[in-house]
């Protein structure tokens, strides 16, 4: 069964704190997605990765092949950073996307 | 460059009408997909196209359909609208199919 899990559902946290969100899937992947959603709408995608690390600015995206399992990382958070972040994937041999429930963050002045 | 531009950015229908929404995505991506993000069931996949055909499609009934154009902009048309159907409806373009996404800012339809 395809089946993608994120947690935490929701966080808070303080300006300037490191901030992890996870994401676990169930079955072998061709391709994870780290999504962005504002209010408002509109969804920007951070990442897209299928093994290793990517790092954009103060934003960190790592997987684990192995262990069915990625996680996001923000350090030096700042309140422009809330959002929803949704993890994405493709499993192998599909091409639809699953995506997890959404990890709501909100920093803190 | 031109991101991902849907139409309407609002509707409003009422129950068994029918609506067609658009979507132009950014010059050069061939391959375009749709979504349905709705608070209870969050962020769910329509249908993906590339290069005019349907490559795949979500868990959706047959009122849900879609098309994609020589040029490759898109349109998805769901018939016989029910309530449940109001939801943001979000396309996104990418190069190729499995590609980087680009989205677009989607379409609010709320069925009455």
């Known amino acids: 069964k395809n089946e993608v899990e994120q947690s935490p559902q929701n966080l808070t946290a303080q300006e300037g704190e490191f901030i992890t969100i996870n994401c676990s899937y169930s079955v072998g992947i061709s391709a994870l997605h780290w999504l962005q959603q504002h209010p408002g709408g509109g969804i920007v995608s951070l990442f897209m990765l299928s093994s290793g690390k990517k790092k954009h600015g103060r934003l960190i995206a790592t997987i684990n092949i192995q262990e069915k399992h990625s996680s996001l990382h923000i350090t030096a958070s700042h309140p422009r950073d809330s959002a929803v972040y949704i993890c994405a994937v493709r499993f192998t041999g599909g091409s639809q996307f699953y995506f997890g429930t959404g990890t709501s963050l909100t920093v803190i002045p | 460059k031109a991101g991902v531009t849907q139409t309407p950015r609002y509707l409003i229908k009422t129950r068994g009408q029918q609506v067609t929404l658009s979507c132009s995505p950014i010059?050069?991506?061939?391959?375009v997909s749709w979504y349905q993000q709705t608070p209870g069931q969050g962020l769910q996949f329509l249908f993906e196209?590339?290069?005019?055909?349907?490559?795949n499609k979500g868990n959706f009934p047959g009122r849900f359909s879609g098309r994609q154009f020589s040029n490759s902009r898109s349109e998805m048309n769901v018939s016989t609208l029910e309530l449940g159907d109001s939801a943001l409806y979000l396309c996104?373009?990418?190069?190729?199919?499995?590609?980087?996404?680009?989205f677009g800012s989607g379409t609010q339809l709320s069925v009455l």
């Open positions: 996104a373009s990418s190069l190729d199919p499995g590609g980087k996404l680009f």
């Open positions: 010059s050069g991506h061939r391959s």
């Open positions: 196209y590339f290069s005019e055909t349907q490559r």
